[in-house]
C-alpha cells in the first residue's frame, strides 16, 4: 500500500519530488555556533577589541593616548581610566592580530576552566593589576634618576594580551596536572625572556599580569583537590626542557626583532645586530683610537653574512631544543656547550669592553651592571637545569655517527679556516694595517665564526676593509655553520636507526616465526641487547646492569633448540665477565636449569585465557558481564587500531591522559617488563579503546602480539589507562571486549600479563629460601604504592588459568647483585628525591593499615 492510499479524505498531500528536501547546516557553522556556545566572554571580548581597533583609529594608523595606560596618561594627565580601556584595543593592526590570536585560544580555554562570569572579572582584575603595579614601578625608578625608569616613561599601553595572560595563568590553577605544568613552565619562561630581552612595557605588563594571575588562582583553587605537582614523565620532562631552552634561545632574536637596545638585555646583545658599514679613517692606520673600533666593528658587520651568524646562537638552541625532546644525548651536549660558550664569551666581551676600559666604566649605571649579572645568569640557569635533568637524556648516537658528525665538522672547520688564512695572505692589500702576519691571522680565526655580540671590541688594525678579504672575513662562517647544523640534524636522526635495528629487526623475525611466548615481544622495546645463536635461528633479550646479563622472557628459538640457545648464551655471558640471570620464564624450561644444577624461584605469575571456548556465561562471570552489559547501554563502543591508524584526536587524548595519569603520582614510573607510552607505539602493536557516546575516551589499552608461523595467534595486554570519570568497570568492559573482538580474528590466547610478586591461588611454598622471603616482604611492602596484588585480584575475575614465570642464577653468593639489577630494571632512572617519595608512600599506606 502506497502513502496516498492509506492518507485519509482532505488530508494534506505529501510534498510533491520538486520541493528541495531542508539543507544540512554545515559543519563550520555548526562549530562555530559550538565555539560561541562554550566561549561567549572570549568571542565577546574579539568583537570589542575588532570594533575598538577601527573605533579609536589604532587599525587606521592613528593612537588614541586618552585611552593608553602610560606614566603620562594615567598618572600625570589623571586619565584614571586608561588601565581599564588599555585592555580592549591593540597599539596597531599587527597587535590586534596578536591579541585575537590569543583571546580566541588561550582565553577561550582559560574561560571553560573558570567559567563565563568568574573569567570576565579575572581578566580585568588581573589585567588592571598587572598595569597599575608595573606603572607604580616604573615610577619608583623614575624618581630614583633609573634610566630604565626614564625611558619606560614614554611608553603609552593599548594591549588585550595583558588580561588574557593574567586570565590563563589564573585557570591554570583548574587546568589537570599536565597542562598546569606546562602552562606555567613554558609560560613563565616566555613571560620572562621577553621582560628582560625586550623589556617594552607590554612586556613587562604582562609578566605582572601573569604574576597576579598565578596568586589568584591558587587563592581561587583554594580548598579544591589538585593532584601532584611534582611528578612527571620522561618524556613530559623533555618536553618542557626543550621549551625552556628554546624559549632562552630566543632572547638575542627578540633584541633584534624589536630594537629594544635599553632593555635589561639589550645593550648586551646589540652586537648581534648588522650595522651600516662607514668607510674606515685613514687616521686609524696610525692612531687605533676606540672610534675606529667601533668603525672596525659596523664595517665588519654589516651586510647579510654577519647578520646570518648574529643568528647563530638561536639556530643552534632551536637545534638542541630539538634533539633534548625525543631525549638525545647529543642535543643535550650541544645544549650545554652552546649556553657554556655564551655565559663564558658574554662576560669576557663585557669585561673586556666595558669594565677594563677606563673611559666606560666611568659611564657604567647600575641598569649596566645589573644587565651584565643577567646576561650571563640566563645560560647559568640553563645549565643548572640541564645538568639537573641530565638522566632524562640517554638516548645516544651510534659510534659511526659520531665520528662521522666529528670528521664532517672538524673538516668543514679546517677548510672553512684555511681559505680566511689564505685569502688573508694573498689580499693582504686590502687590510687596514697593511699585510697581516699568519699570527695575526690566527689571533682572529675565531671572530669570522661567532656572533659580534659575544666577542670583545676589535683591539687592532690588523682587519680587512675592502675587497675579497673583506667579502670572505664576512661570508667564511656561513657555510660553516650549514655544515654544522646540517651534520648535527643526521647525528640526532642517527639515533632513531642505531646499530641495533638490524639486531631488533632479526629478533623481531624470529618472534613471528613462534618463538618467546606470549612475554617474548617485551624483547624488543628500548634497552635490550640481543644475543643471537651462531646460525641465527635462535635469540636472547638481555640487559647488562651491574655485570648481571638479566634475560627477558623465554628464549626465542624453535622448539627442540631451548638447551643449545640457553647454554650458548650462558657461554656468552662467561666470556663477557657477566653473570647470566634467567628472568621471567616459564615452568617448561625448568628442568633445563635443574639440570643445570642452578638455583631458581617464583617471580610471578602470569593469567591466561583461551580463547576458543571463551563464553561470558555463567555464575562465574556474573563480575565481568555486568559491566560489559552497563558499558553497551551507555553508548559505548570500541576501536581496534594501531598507533600510526589511530586519529588524530584520538592520539593526543591517549597522550593526554597517560600524562595526566604519571602528573598525579610522586612516584617513579617502572619499566623493564612494564610498557608505557613509547612501547604502544610500535606497529606491532595493537590498541583498544573504549569510546564514549560523545567521542571521547573512557579507556585505553594495549596488547602485544605473539604469533605462530607468521600469524598473530595470542595477545597480551600491557598498557592500560582509565580516563578521569570513566564509567564504573570500564576496564572489565574493554578486557571482556577485546576478548570477544580475539576470538572472533581466530587468536587462541589472551594473556593478562605477569603479575610480579604474585602468587596463584592455593600456591603454598613448603621450604621457602631466602630469597622467597626477600621476594615476598618486597612484594608486600612495595604493595601501597604500586599495587600488584591488587591488579592480580583484579585480573582473576576473568576466570584465567595460572602458568607461574621463573628466575633461575648459578651462584647463590650473586643474589645481592641480582637483586640490585632487578630493582635498576624496574626503576631505571629514578631520582633520590622519587626513592624517597616511593618510601613516604610505603611508610603512609602501610600506617594506615
Known sequence: ?????????????????????????????????????????????????????????????????????????????????????????????????????????????????????????????????????????????????????????????????????????????????????????????????????????????????????????????????????????????????????????????????????????????????????????????????????????????????????????????????????????????????????????????????????????????????IAMVLAVLVPIGVIALLLITRARFQVTAPRAAVRRFTITVVGAFLVCAGIYLVMGLIDGDNYLDGQPSVGELLADLVRPFVSAGLLPAIADPGIPVDGAALFVYQWVGVPFWIVFIVAAIRLFRATQVGSHVMEEAQFRELLRRGGGGTLGFMGTWAGNTHWFTPDGQGAIAYRVINKVALTMSDPVCAPGAERETIEGFIAHCEAQGWSACFYSFHERYLPIFQSFGWQYMSVGEETVIDLPGFELTGKAWQKVRQPLNRGEREGITTLWSTWNELPSRYSREITAVSEEWVAHKKLPEMGFTLGGMEELKDSDVGIFLAINKDGGIEATTSWLPSWTDGRVTGWTIDFMRRSDGSMPGIMEFVIASAALHMKEQGAQVLSLSGAPLATKPGQEVTEPTVMDRLLAWLGEILEPAYGFTSLFRFKSKFNPRYETIYMAYADPAQLPRIGMAIGSAYLPEATPQEYLALMQTITNRAGER
Request: charged share 10%; net charge neutral; glycine share 10%.
Open 1 to 369: 500500500m502506497t502513502a496516498s492510499d492509506s492518507a485519509p479524505t482532505g488530508a494534506v498531500p505529501p510534498p510533491t519530488s520538486s520541493t528541495s528536501p531542508a539543507r544540512p547546516t554545515p559543519r563550520w557553522l555548526r562549530a562555530v555556533a559550538t565555539y560561541l556556545r562554550r566561549n561567549p566572554f572570549a568571542a565577546t571580548l574579539a568583537v570589542v577589541v575588532i570594533a575598538t581597533g577601527f573605533v579609536t583609529g589604532t587599525f587606521l594608523g592613528r593612537f588614541p593616548e586618552e585611552f593608553a595606560a602610560g606614566e603620562g596618561t594615567t598618572f600625570e594627565l589623571g586619565l584614571w581610566w586608561t588601565p581599564f580601556t588599555a585592555l580592549l584595543f591593540g597599539d596597531s593592526v599587527i597587535g590586534g592580530v596578536l591579541a585575537l590570536a590569543l583571546i580566541l585560544t588561550a582565553g577561550a580555554y582559560a574561560e571553560r576552566r573558570l567559567g563565563t562570569v568568574r573569567a570576565v572579572w579575572v581578566f580585568f582584575l588581573t589585567g588592571i593589576l598587572g598595569i597599575l603595579v608595573g606603572l607604580g614601578a616604573q615610577a619608583l625608578l623614575l624618581s630614583w634618576g633609573s634610566s630604565w625608569g626614564m625611558l619606560a616613561s614614554f611608553d603609552l599601553v593599548a594591549d588585550p594580551t595583558i588580561g588574557t595572560v593574567g586570565l590563563l595563568m589564573a585557570a591554570s590553577a583548574f587546568a589537570p596536572a599536565l597542562w598546569q605544568r606546562r602552562i606555567r613552565v613554558v609560560g613563565f619562561t616566555l613571560l620572562v625572556m621577553f621582560a628582560l630581552y625586550a623589556a617594552d612595557s607590554d612586556s613587562v605588563f604582562r609578566l605582572l599580569s601573569g604574576v597576579v594571575g598565578a596568586v589568584l588562582g591558587v587563592m581561587l583553587a583554594h580548598g579544591t583537590a589538585r593532584p601532584s605537582w611534582h611528578r612527571s614523565s620522561y618524556r613530559e620532562v623533555r618536553t618542557l626542557v626543550a621549551a625552556i631552552v628554546a624559549a632562552t634561545g630566543l632572547g638575542p632574536f627578540i633584541v633584534l626583532v624589536s630594537g629594544s637596545w635599553y632593555a635589561p638585555l639589550g645593550l648586551v646583545v646589540s652586537g648581534f645586530s648588522p650595522l651600516d658599514a662607514q668607510p674606515m679613517d685613514t687616521s686609524c692606520t696610525q692612531d687605533f683610537t676606540a672610534d675606529c673600533s667601533r668603525q672596525a666593528a659596523a664595517l665588519l658587520q654589516s651586510g647579510p653574512g654577519p647578520f646570518l651568524i648574529s643568528l647563530v646562537p638561536l639556530l643552534l638552541t632551536l637545534l638542541a631544543a630539538w634533539g633534548l625532546r625525543t631525549g638525545r644525548r647529543a642535543a643535550w651536549i650541544l645544549a650545554l656547550v652552546v649556553n657554556a660558550a655564551i655565559a663564558l664569551l658574554t662576560s669576557t666581551a663585557v669585561g673586556i669592553n666595558e669594565l677594563l676600559d677606563d673611559k666606560t666604566r666611568g659611564k657604567l649605571l647600575i641598569e649596566d651592571g
